[in-house]
Nanobody
Framework: QVQLVESGGGSVQAGGPLRLSCAAS????????LAWFRQAPGKEREGVAV????????YYADSVKGRFTISRDKDKNTVYLQMYSLKPEDTAMYFC???????????????????WGQGTQVTVSS
């Protein structure tokens, strides 16, 4: 069993930075892909970024490439999402997810991940 707890959300002005953290408990988490998803009101949950068990490769949604960076600390069993140049359209609830991605399956499919955190709200004002 894997449990995920996000932190670091908050309110920020457009153009500012924010870093999200997700602490994973459970030995198996270190062997899983860890991902960040987000969901804005009235919209579907979308994949933001994913990182492999060994740290590479990483993948990003086109909308955040060049602005967000995902990383993981294996010793702390924690995944981070460093966000720069935030835009109002980045406003959403951000969720951490863990799982093993089958070959040929898109990482941005929420159903791939069986373990989810409760989410942390990010609000970007213009």
């Amino acid at each position: 069993q894997v449990q995920l707890v996000e932190s670091g959300g908050g309110s920020v002005q457009a153009g500012g930075p924010l870093r999200l953290s997700c602490a994973a408990s459970g030995y198996n988490a270190r062997y899983m892909h860890l991902a960040w998803f987000r969901q804005a009101p009235g919209k579907e949950r979308e994949g933001v970024a994913v990182i492999s068990p060994g740290g590479l490769p990483t993948y990003y949604a086109d909308s955040v490439k060049g602005r967000f960076t995902i990383s993981r600390d294996k010793d702390k069993n924690t995944v981070y999402l460093q966000m720069y140049s935030l835009k109002p359209e980045d406003t959403a609830m951000y969720f951490c997810a863990a799982g093993r991605i089958p070959y040929g399956v898109s990482w941005s499919t929420p159903g791939v991940f069986p373990y989810w955190g409760q989410g942390t709200q990010v609000t970007v004002s213009s």
